[in-house]
C-alpha cells in the first residue's frame, strides 16, 4: 500500500496488533484484565468442566506423590534406576523433555538427564562426545495406553543437559548447563537416528555460556536462548540457512543478545517528542556470549530458565527475579520487536520460582515451579484466571520438562529428584488454536501483573508503548524521563 500507511507508526502497530494501552486497565494497584473478574489464586473458585479456568482443586494423592484435579490419573512410566528395554539403567536426574509424534499412535519422548562427571546412574551410551561425562538423553517410545515400549539413548557424553528445545523437523536441541571442563554447548538430537554423529557435534555458533532453554520461531527459523546464570541475558539465533531441515543449524548463523537503546528518530513516532527507547540485538561472539553481552550492555536478567514459542510469542522466564525474588514471565513479539513483562510473583503462594514452561494445546499457559516447599504446575489463562493443576507431594524436588502428546491428551511431566516421568491424563479441553493467539495478546491475571505507577503509565503512552512492554523496560533501566 501506498501513502495511505505511510504514517503509520510504531503505536499504530502495537494498537493494529492488539497490544496496545486499550486493551489493558490500570488500577492503582497494576495491571488488570478488562475481560472480566480475574479469580485469585487462593480463592480456587474454578470451573472443573469448562477448561478454560482450570479444572477444580486439588484431590490429595493417598499414594502421597501426585495430588491433581478430580478426574484425571498418572501412571509413572519411568523411574531412575530401573531397568530400560535395553538392558541399562533409567540414569538421573531428568529434566527438559519434547514430545514427537511415532508410528502407529505412539508418542517418542526425548528427555534430559543433569548430571556432570559422576553419577549413580549415568547416561551409558556408545558414542559419547565426551568420556566421562555421564550427562545426555534418553528416549522413551509410549504406547496409546501409555505404557513404555522401548527406551534407549540419544545422546551421551555432555554434562549437565538442563533443558533445550524441539525443532520444526522433529529433533530436539539439548543444551548443556555449564562452562566447565570445555563444555557448555548446544547438540542436536535425532529420536530416529540415536547417538549418530549428529548428537555428539556441538552447535558453536549457538554459543559457549550456561545454557538453560531454546525455542525456534516456526515463521523466521530463528532460535531464542535463554542463560542460566546470574546475571544472564536472551540470545538469538539466526542460522545461516534458515530451511528448517536436518544439518540446517549446523552450518552455522549469527548470535546477539538482547539490549536497550534508544531508537533511532525513524523509529519514533511521529506524533511525539523526545527520546524513544525500544529493544535492539547486538552481535556477540559465540565463544565469549556473556561477556560481549556484559560489554555491549545488554539487558542483565537474574536466571533465566523456561522458553516456548508459540502463536508468534516467544514465552521465558527469570525465575528469581523481583522484589521478592519470586519471579517474573516475559513474553516477546519478533513481528513488532516488543518486550512485555506479563507475571511479576509478589508471593510464593501465587507462583514460585518459574521454571520449564509450556503451552497447554487449548491455549492456556503451564509453567513447573521449583522454588521451596512443595512445587507445582501452574495454569495461567487467557481470561486472566490461574489455577493449580499439579502438586508434589512426595518431597521438595522440581518439576521439569512438561509436555503434551501430539494428539494433547495425554500431559508428561518429570519429577528430578527421585526421578520419575509421569504420564497424566484426563478430562483436558480440546486443542484451540485460536486461544493460543488470544493468549498472546491477553492481559495478566490479577495479582501477577507487574505493579505500574502513573508516572510510568503516562510515559508509556508518550513513548506508544503498551503498558507491559514500559514495565519490561523500566525494570531494566530505561529512564523515565
Known amino acids: 500500500m501506498k501513502s495511505g500507511n505511510a504514517g503509520l507508526n510504531r503505536r499504530d502497530f502495537l494498537k493494529a496488533g492488539g497490544m496496545s494501552t486499550l486493551a489493558l486497565a490500570l488500577g492503582a494497584a497494576g495491571v488488570y484484565s478488562l475481560g472480566g473478574t480475574a479469580k485469585g489464586f487462593a480463592a480456587e473458585q474454578l470451573n472443573p468442566a469448562s477448561g478454560f479456568g482450570g479444572y477444580g482443586p486439588l484431590v490429595k494423592d493417598p499414594d502421597g506423590i501426585l495430588d491433581l484435579p478430580q478426574g484425571f490419573q498418572y501412571r509413572i512410566i519411568s523411574k531412575t534406576g530401573d531397568t530400560m528395554t535395553n538392558g541399562d539403567k533409567v540414569p538421573g536426574a531428568l529434566d527438559g523433555m519434547a514430545a514427537f509424534k511415532g508410528e502407529k499412535n505412539t508418542t517418542i ?99 559457549y555460556f550456561s545454557h538453560e532453554a531454546c525455542a525456534v520461531d516456526p515463521a523466521t527459523g530463528i532460535w531464542y536462548l535463554t542463560e542460566d546464570a546470574s546475571p544472564s541475558f536472551l540470545y538469538r539465533f539466526t542460522p545461516h540457512d534458515r530451511s528448517q531441515k536436518l544439518g540446517s543449524l549446523q552450518k ?12 533511532p528518530a525513524g523509529a519514533a513516532s511521529q506524533f511525539t517528542s523526545g527520546q524513544k527507547f525500544g529493544v535492539v540485538w ?45 519471579g517474573r514471565v516475559y513474553r516477546y513479539f519478533p513481528a513488532t520487536n516488543t518486550l512485555e513483562l506479563f507475571y511479576e510473583s509478589t508471593a510464593s503462594e501465587f507462583l514460585e520460582m518459574p521454571d520449564n514452561i509450556a503451552m497447554a494445546p487449548w491455549g492456556d499457559l503451564w509453567i513447573a515451579e521449583d522454588g521451596g516447599g512443595n512445587d507445582r504446575i501452574i495454569g495461567l489463562t487467557p481470561e486472566g484466571n490461574v489455577y493449580k493443576f499439579a502438586k508434589n507431594r512426595l518431597n521438595g524436588s522440581e518439576f521439569a520438562g512438561p509436555t503434551f502428546s501430539p494428539d494433547g491428551k495425554t500431559f508428561f511431566v518429570n519429577m ?56 519490561a523496560l523500566e525494570r531494566h533501566g530505561m529512564p523515565i524521563l
Open 282 to 326: 547486538k552481535k556477540v561472539n559465540p565463544e565469549r556470549a556473556q561477556q560481549d553481552a556484559k560489554d555491549l550492555g545488554c539487558i542483565q536478567f537474574s536466571r533465566l530458565e523456561g522458553a516456548f514459542f508459540t502463536a508468534g510469542t516467544f514465552w521465558f522466564d527469570d525465575t528469581s527475579a523481583g522484589n521478592g525474588k519470586h
Open 416 to 471: 528430578q529428584t527421585p526421578g520419575l516421568t509421569f504420564a497424566i491424563w484426563g478430562p483436558f479441553a480440546r486443542q484451540n488454536a485460536a486461544r493460543q493467539r488470544a493468549m498472546g495478546h491477553a492481559a495478566p491475571p490479577a495479582g501477577l501483573g507487574p505493579v505500574v505507577s502513573d508516572k510510568l503509565a503516562a510515559f508509556a503512552e508518550d513513548q506508544g508503548m503498551s503498558i507491559l512492554e514500559a514495565a
Open 252 to 263: 552455522g548463523g549469527i548470535l546477539e543478545a538482547l539490549a536497550i537503546e534508544e531508537l
Open 109 to 207: 519422548l526425548v528427555r534430559n538427564h543433569e548430571l556432570g562427571t559422576n553419577a549413580d546412574y549415568p547416561v551409558n551410551g556408545k558414542n559419547p562426545w565426551s568420556i566421562g561425562a555421564a550427562g545426555g538423553t534418553t528416549a522413551l517410545v509410549v504406547g496409546p495406553n501409555r505404557k513404555v515400549i522401548k527406551e534407549y539413548v540419544t545422546n551421551s557424553g555432555t554434562i549437565r543437559n538442563c533443558a533445550g528445545g524441539a525443532s520444526t523437523w522433529g529433533t530436539w536441541l539439548t543444551c548443556e548447563e555449564t562452562r566447565e571442563l570445555g563444555h557448555g554447548f548446544v547438540f542436536e538430537v535425532n529420536p530416529l537416528d540415536p547417538e549418530n554423529e549428529m548428537s555428539k557435534t556441538p552447535i558453536r555458533d549457538m554459543g
